[in-house]
């Protein structure tokens, strides 16, 4: 079941397919242009909204998922947030752990 086409014969694509077919296309373009690491989980609400920015404003980005199971403790994230809360940007060398802070950033360094 499709979206409604102007054009009778012409198929198009349901919302879900455009977003998941815009994120692999973001995910291979990061590959040519690393620049930001999301650190993520997908149940955390935080995470996702900031997920969601990214892909509207079509940034490329680097998503690093994390288990609730621990991982959030090891030293490798706790250097990078010392807060053990799952969501966390890192831009070079600026990193952001806030999601409402990260999104004020992302929207603006990447004005639409």
Same mark, same amino acid.
């Given at each position: 079941?499709?979206?409604?086409s102007?054009?009778?014969?012409?198929?198009?694509?349901?919302?879900?397919?455009k977003?998941?077919h815009l994120?692999?296309k973001l995910v291979?373009?990061?590959e040519?242009?690393?620049m930001?690491?999301?650190?993520?989980?997908?149940?955390?609400?935080?995470?996702?909204?900031?997920?969601v920015?990214?892909?509207?404003?079509?940034?490329? =980005?680097?998503? %690093?998922a994390?288990?609730? &199971?621990? #991982?959030?403790?090891a030293?490798?994230?706790? +250097? *990078?947030?010392p =807060?053990?809360? %799952?969501?966390?940007?890192? &831009?070079g #060398?600026?990193?952001?752990v806030?999601?409402l +802070? *990260?999104?004020?950033c992302?929207?603006?360094?990447?004005?639409?």
């Amino acid at each position: 079941m499709g979206c409604r086409s102007p054009f009778p014969n012409t198929p198009t694509l349901p919302n879900y397919v455009k977003s998941r077919h815009l994120a692999a296309k973001l995910v291979v373009s990061f590959e040519k242009n690393p620049m930001l690491k999301l650190y993520y989980n997908p149940i955390s609400l935080n995470s996702r909204r900031v997920w969601v920015a990214l892909l509207e404003k079509q940034v490329a =980005f680097e998503p %690093i998922a994390l288990n609730l &199971d621990g #991982d959030q403790f090891a030293p490798d994230f706790l +250097a *990078i947030n010392p =807060f053990h809360r %799952i969501q966390a940007l890192v &831009d070079g #060398d600026l990193t952001l752990v806030e999601s409402l +802070a *990260i999104l004020h950033c992302i929207d603006a360094k990447y004005q639409t």
